[in-house]
């Protein structure tokens, strides 16, 4: 499976953005599916999880009741609605993918997930 990660861009503080993850080569229906993000210097962090299911969801404490993962297996996407964007928001932002061992399984590391699609950038700044 082949990863595309998009919508990234430019918000003001306090402001909204939902980036995708769509999927190709394959169908993201079988797959568990997470975000991660990476500042400059820093390491690459777990932000989100969906299940394969999508029954299950789990967020980074420093996102939770403000981005919401979702997906959409007739889209072949998955989705990353962002809300009350910071500064210290601003990061490339990763989606990856991995078959579970059972269909409500999350994953929160990166070396859970086998798959990567190149990141897309949001720079949250007045």
């Known amino acids: 499976v082949q990863l595309q990660a998009s919508g990234g861009g430019l918000v003001e503080p306090g402001g909204s953005l939902r980036l995708s993850c769509t999927a190709s080569?394959?169908?993201?229906?079988?797959?568990?599916v997470g975000w991660f993000r990476q500042a400059p210097g820093l390491e690459r962090d777990f932000i989100a999880a969906?299940?394969?299911?999508?029954?299950?969801?789990y967020y980074a404490d420093s996102v939770k009741g403000r981005f919401t993962i979702s997906r959409d297996d007739a889209k072949n996407s998955v989705y990353l609605q962002m809300y009350s964007l910071r500064p210290d928001d601003t990061a490339v932002y990763y989606c990856?993918?991995?078959?579970?061992?059972?269909?409500?399984?999350?994953?929160?590391?990166?070396?859970?997930?086998?798959?990567w699609g190149k990141g897309t950038l949001v720079t949250v700044s007045s």
């Open positions: 969906v299940s394969r299911s999508g029954s299950g969801t």
């Open positions: 080569g394959s169908t993201i229906s079988t797959y568990a």
């Open positions: 990856a993918a991995r078959t579970p061992g059972f269909t409500h399984y999350v994953y929160s590391t990166p070396r859970d997930y086998r798959y």
